[in-house]
Every structure is written in C-alpha cells, then in structure tokens.
C-alpha cells in the first residue's frame, strides 16, 4: 500500500541554521503531497503542498519540491525561528485518504 | 472561534470502561475524520464521514463506534477499553473536494490503566 517514509527527529539546531527535513514516498498513480506542522499542544496544520511533479510548495519561508523521479518532497527552510519548533509530518494524499508519515520532531535552540 | 473543537482535552479511565469523545466543527466542512496517534507520533485514520455516512472504516475493532448526528459533529465512542487504547484522537474536517486540506481539532489523550 502507499506509505511515507520519514527521517527520524528530533532535529536540533540553532536559530538561523538551515533545515532540511527528508521525506519519501511510496504510492500508486500520482499522489498529492503535502506538509502539515504540529506545534505542541496543538493538531496539524497543513504547511504547504505540491499536487503534480515539479511542483514547489512554499509557505512562511518553508519549500518542498515534488521530484517524482526520485520519489522525495524533502522540506527546506533557509533560517529557522525558534518558533518553528515543532513536530513536522509528511503526507500524501491518494484514494480519498491522507497517509502520514511517523513525524519528525524539530527543537531549535536561540 | 474555535474552528474544530474535542472534548474532553484529556480522558483517564481503567480497563473495560466505556467512553465517548466528541467532536464538533464550525467550518461549514462536509467530511470529518477520527486519526489515532500513538506514542510514537505515528497517525492513522480510522473513519471518516462525509455528510453523515460513513465513507472510510479503516481496520479498527468494533469496539470503536463513530456516530455523526448532524455534518458539524463527530463522535467517537470505544466500548471495553484496553490498555492499547492510550494514544492521541485527532478529529479533523474538510470539504469533500479538498479533502487533502484538513483542519485538526486539538486532540484528546487517552490513558487507559
């Protein structure tokens, strides 16, 4: 069945480093995909999302590119904010159903 | 306002009882969804319903029972909890056609002991 494959958190940094959270996907026909954030306390919230190849989302300084040569939407963001701490989830859409990713937690340090 | 709302926030309750969650969403959305997330921060759906049926039962006990009384609420009702019950309920709601763009309430942890 289709699935999302994750890097494993939590990703530490300090404020202004550059990010990159790795993603991965398996899935039949051509899927949307998408990022959604989680911040503590709170439930997801869609970040951004890209729903053909080639495609960029971006959103509050946040990008993900949609290779489907190499099957990945990784996210990138220039200089994290300690307020983007947070646990990040890759997902796709295929089929009626949104299929997550197990989340990669993000701790930025001032 | 609170766009998509559960109560209650947390729920503790022994082996074998019965609770209820629920949900509701001032969205105007037509399709609402239950997702377990597990310790792990794993998350999985396990129904969803657009306009009061029943459109997605993913492989979950029968001891989960949702009801959907009207297309703003969402309730989730688990008969003979069990200790593998404890995780993180999520709903969430959509419109049919932009079923990708879901809105989470903010979760019910349950801890079954």
């Known amino acids: 069945g289709d699935s999302v494959t994750q890097m494993e958190g939590p990703v530490t940094l300090s404020e202004e480093a550059f990010l990159t959270i790795n993603c991965t996907y398996t899935?039949?026909?051509?899927?949307?995909l998408f990022w959604y954030v989680q911040y503590p306390g709170e439930g997801l919230q869609l970040l951004l999302k890209?729903?053909?190849?080639?495609d960029k989302g971006s959103n509050k300084g946040f990008e993900a590119t949609y290779r489907k040569e190499t099957t990945s939407f990784h996210l990138e963001k220039g200089s994290v904010q300690v307020s983007d701490s947070a646990v990040y989830f890759c997902?796709?859409?295929?089929?009626?159903?949104?299929?997550f990713g197990t989340g990669t937690r993000l701790q930025v340090f001032p | 306002d609170t766009a998509v709302s559960q109560t209650p926030k947390y729920l503790v309750t022994q082996m074998g009882n019965d609770k209820s969650i629920k949900c509701e969403q001032n969205?105007?959305?037509?399709?609402m969804y239950w997702y377990k997330q597990d310790s792990k921060k794993f998350l999985k759906i396990m129904f969803s319903?657009?306009?009061?049926?029943?459109?997605i039962n993913e492989t979950v006990p029968n001891r989960f029972s949702p009801k959907s009384p009207d297309k703003a609420h969402l309730n989730l009702h688990i008969n003979s909890l069990e200790l593998g019950d404890s995780a993180v309920y999520f709903c969430?709601?959509?419109?049919?056609?932009?079923?990708?763009?879901?809105?989470f309430g903010p979760g019910t942890r349950l801890t079954v002991t």
């Open positions: 899935a039949t026909g051509y899927p949307s």
């Open positions: 319903y657009n306009n009061k049926e029943l459109i």
């Open positions: 969430a709601s959509s419109l049919r056609g932009d079923s990708y763009e879901q809105y």
């Open positions: 997902a796709l859409y295929n089929t009626d159903k949104l299929i």
């Open positions: 969205l105007g959305h037509d399709t």
């Open positions: 890209a729903t053909k190849a080639d």
